[in-house]
């Protein structure tokens, strides 16, 4: 795709989308013109759609972002396509959402920047990325979906569960990675959630899942789940995770759950001979956020290239702890914990420039530590997260 290509597609959605309320409305738009024009689409999606428009501008906003860097759209789309067989998506499916999104964006362009070259940019560019997902879907050999069956629950806090799986055939995934899961009280509304142990050939898996307020899945993941309830899993997306090879030191920062994808990176590099120096600090806004202290460690005792820092905004626990009397212990280890907000405290380290580095948590965090980190002399290139949708 030519530079002039990608330009027009870019400016379209971009003067699309800096109307008011330009994003929810191209969205609105654009599911209403699918399910009218193409009913049989409307099977695949949730009942309630908010967050799916949501993260529908968000996703393009994404992509369009990455059309000319292709060694990180193509991947990012191959990913997506092997996911998107758990919907018993087809190929003229992807024709039917082309269609669709073209016909929103030319109702909200107008005429006079709709042209016939925009037309024609906004179609190649469509087909490429319709015709990386189909290809990668139809080449992938293993399962569409899994399903996990609950063998366990454990409550930490009161929004707060750890839920462990056994799965009806081992899944292989990058530790890092991130999983779509879906719940039997909450068909077809996929939550993204991230393993907090590496793959293993007995198919087991266990997840971190904080409720989030206002939220359609986690309160039932945390609420409701029993053990015996089957779930269904995806295809693993995502692309943090340590090569073996790497000679490069790791600076990773994680936020509440946002731990369980960078333990399980250090679980699986725990059972590697050599290793990089790392230096993971685990955030929360109370002491009693940092759940997973006595994992952290271990693995910090057993591994002297491993240095753990906790970090918390508030030195008190909320009221509704019920452990809060509690004296906080002294973990063998991990340094003292540090009170301040997780991206300025990390920040106020150094520049970090020796360093790779991950970011895991919140939307909002993961863009705050990494703007504190590139004010502090850290490279943009040298820092990764997950998409932010």
Not at 37 to 53: E, G, L, N, T
Not at 231 to 259: E, Q
Not at 325 to 342: K, M, P, S
Not at 369 to 378: P, V
Request: some cysteine; charged content about 20%; overall charge neutral.
């Amino acid at each position: 795709m030519d530079s002039r290509t990608v330009a027009l597609i870019r400016t379209t959605f971009k003067a699309v989308a800096a109307e008011e309320g330009g994003p929810a409305r191209l969205a609105s738009s654009f599911y209403a013109i699918l399910f009218t024009d193409y009913p049989q689409a409307r099977d695949f999606f949730p009942a309630a759609m908010d967050a799916q428009r949501d993260r529908l501008v968000k996703a393009i906003s994404y992509a369009l972002d990455r059309l000319e860097e292709p060694n990180k759209l193509l991947p990012f789309l191959a990913q997506l396509g092997r996911d998107h067989r758990k919907y018993g998506v087809q190929p003229e499916h992807y024709v039917a959402v082309a269609t669709s999104l073209k016909t929103a964006m030319r109702i909200f362009a107008g005429s006079e920047m709709w042209t016939d070259e925009v037309e024609r940019a906004w179609s190649e560019g469509l087909t490429i990325i319709g015709e990386a997902m189909i290809g990668a879907a139809e080449k992938e050999v293993t399962p569409a979906t899994w399903t996990g069956t609950v063998v366990e629950r454990r409550d930490l806090l009161r929004n707060l569960t750890v839920v462990r799986l056994q799965l009806d055939q081992p899944m292989q995934f990058a530790a890092g990675q991130y999983i779509s899961v879906q719940i039997p009280s909450r068909p077809r509304m996929w939550r993204y959630l991230s393993p907090a142990v590496p793959a293993n050939t007995n198919g087991e898996i266990e997840f971190h899942i904080r409720s989030v307020l206002g939220g359609w899945v986690s309160p039932a993941m945390v609420g409701q789940t029993i053990v015996g309830d089957q779930w269904l899993l995806g295809s693993p997306l995502g692309g943090l995770g340590i090569p073996r090879n790497t000679k490069r030191k790791m600076l990773m920062v994680g936020c509440g759950t946002g731990n369980a994808p960078l333990r399980a990176q250090l679980m699986a590099m725990a059972q590697r001979r050599v290793n990089p120096r790392v230096h993971l600090f685990v955030g929360g806004h109370h002491p009693c956020d940092l759940y997973d202290l006595e994992t952290l460690s271990a693995l910090a005792v057993a591994n002297k290239w491993l240095t753990v820092t906790p970090v918390t905004e508030s030195d008190e626990n909320p009221w509704w702890y019920l452990e809060s009397g509690e004296t906080e212990r002294n973990w063998d280890g991990l340094e003292a914990r540090v009170t301040g907000q997780i991206g300025k405290v990390v920040a106020s380290y150094g520049s970090w420039t020796d360093r790779d580095v991950q970011i895991v948590g919140s939307p909002s965090m993961v863009q705050t530590t990494k703007f504190r980190l590139m004010a502090a002399g850290t490279q943009a290139k040298n820092i990764r997260h997950d998409p932010l949708f």
